[in-house]
């Protein structure tokens, strides 16, 4: 099982980390191998968040599955160029994104054909730094890029973690939800070792918690002991309003703003916002590396 010693060195490799160029966005993955533990729900949501705030957001789409990428009501089946032309063929994403499919917003896409870049980067000059040395391109024009990983701990999911200078875990309030999670964490070390040194641990969410169970607090509890300094005071409540959101091609915030899960996701993009430590959108700058570990949220 997880070994708690790894949240603080997670904290000792933050402080270590060069000062990032003023003005650069805040990349940030979202990553947990374990399916259906809410990572696209959190990147939408909080993309859509971010964005109504005012701040230039730009949401990747590395899954196949491309469920963010329908989530926001975007045709896959219309989509001309996708994540794999920037990951596999080397287009700019300057290039390939969507541009504003809400104020604010950009998506780059993704579709099943993404499938095939697993096999096809591997064959592939720098296939782990692609997506970092795509998003090098357009850096200076979010204020914050989120990565919506698929879960799995291949090669797209090493991109993405190569590409980020941070990490959120979306963890489900569920049974044995720390499962996995070791694994997750093996492979951050690794990729912070080998191919991207700054990498960080933000934060852990913990998701769909049911406030009828006494399961999901104890699995709360359970995750705390784990990363008592990293776990998000915002917990996402299971909410059928979430659920059905993208089935309208709605962010929460388009949907039900005022249901739970809306809430909730806006409290979340207001922790991710201090814990980034982002200046008020629209000055046109963000400062050098701010983010330090958070107390221990209550
Ligand atoms: N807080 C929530 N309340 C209710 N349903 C939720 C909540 N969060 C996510 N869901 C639903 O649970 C399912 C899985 O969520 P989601 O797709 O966000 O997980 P994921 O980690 O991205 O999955 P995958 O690993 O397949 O990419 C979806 O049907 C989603 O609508
Ligand atoms: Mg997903």
Not at 37 to 49: D, I, S
Not at 171 to 197: H, M, W, Y
Not at 264 to 278: I, K, P, S
Request: with cysteine; hydrophobic share 45%; aromatic share 4%.
């Amino acid at each position: 099982m997880f070994d708690a010693t790894t949240d603080r060195a997670a904290h000792s490799v933050s402080a270590e980390h060069p000062r990032r160029a003023i003005g650069a966005a805040r990349i940030v993955a979202l990553a947990n191998q374990k399916g259906g533990v809410g990572k696209t729900t959190t990147a939408v949501n909080t993309a859509a968040a971010l964005a109504a705030r005012g701040y230039r957001t730009l949401l990747i789409d590395i899954d196949p599955q491309g469920n963010a990428t329908s989530s926001l009501g975007v045709e896959k089946a219309e989509l001309e160029w996708t994540v794999h032309d920037v990951l596999v063929e080397g287009h700019a994403i300057g290039d390939t994104v969507l541009s504003a499919v809400r104020p604010g917003l950009d998506l780059l896409p993704s579709t099943p054909a993404l499938a095939a870049a697993e096999v096809e980067l591997v064959g592939l000059d720098r296939r782990e730094h692609r997506l970092a040395e795509a998003c090098a391109g357009v850096i200076t024009r979010y204020d914050v890029v989120l990565i919506d990983c698929p879960p799995s701990l291949g090669l797209l999911t090493v991109n993405a973690l190569t590409a980020a200078r941070h990490v959120v875990i979306p963890i489900q309030c569920e049974f044995l939800a720390l499962e996995g999670v070791s694994q997750l964490i093996t492979t951050i070390d690794l990729v912070k070792r080998r191919l991207n040194p700054p990498l960080d641990v933000l934060g852990v969410l913990m998701t769909m918690y049911d406030g009828r169970t006494r399961l999901s607090a104890h699995v709360v509890e359970e995750v705390r002991g784990f990363f008592p300094e990293r776990i998000f005071a915002t917990v996402v409540p299971r909410s059928v309003r979430l659920a059905e959101a993208p089935s309208y091609g709605q962010a929460i915030a388009e949907y039900d703003p005022g249901s739970r899960g809306g809430v909730a996701y806006d409290a979340f993009a207001g922790e991710l916002v201090t814990r980034l430590g982002l200046d008020p959108p629209g000055n046109g700058t963000v400062p050098p590396d701010s983010a330090k570990p958070p107390s221990d949220p209550a």
